[in-house]
């Protein structure tokens, strides 16, 4: 088993920038992928970013916060971050960390194992 605890949501105005992060605990010794989902009030649950946790690190973005956002993760490989430059208001949303064994497809929440509570991010406009 592993638990994700997010942190870092808040309140921003348009152009600022949040950091989140999601410590896991658990079973984090095998290899893993690490995903950011958020999900607007009314809307599906939609793929932000991901990560290969243990071995290479390669990132994944949607098109929609590609150049924006930045998905990184520590050196003892528990904590994955997301920083968020150059907010938006379209980018409010409650914001969830995933995880899942290496291999699957990484933008599809069905595929992720593990959740995270959300965290609430708002872009005033």
């Known amino acids: 088993q592993v638990q994700l605890v997010e942190s870092g949501g808040g309140l921003v105005q348009a152009g600022g920038s949040l950091r989140l992060s999601c410590a896991a605990s658990g079973r984090t010794s095998s290899n893993y992928a690490m995903g950011w989902f958020r999900q607007a009030p009314g809307k599906e649950r939609e793929f932000v970013a991901a990560i290969i946790v243990w071995s290479h690190g390669s990132t994944y973005y949607a098109d929609a916060v590609k150049g924006r956002f930045t998905i990184s993760r520590d050196n003892a490989k528990t904590t994955v971050y997301l920083q968020m430059n150059s907010l938006k208001p379209e980018d409010t949303a409650v914001y969830y960390c995933?995880?899942?064994?290496?291999?699957?497809?990484?933008?599809?929440?069905?595929?992720?194992?593990?959740w995270g509570q959300g965290t609430q991010v708002t872009v005033s406009s």
């Open positions: 995933a995880g899942q064994p290496v291999g699957r497809a990484y933008r599809v929440p069905d595929e992720y194992d593990y």
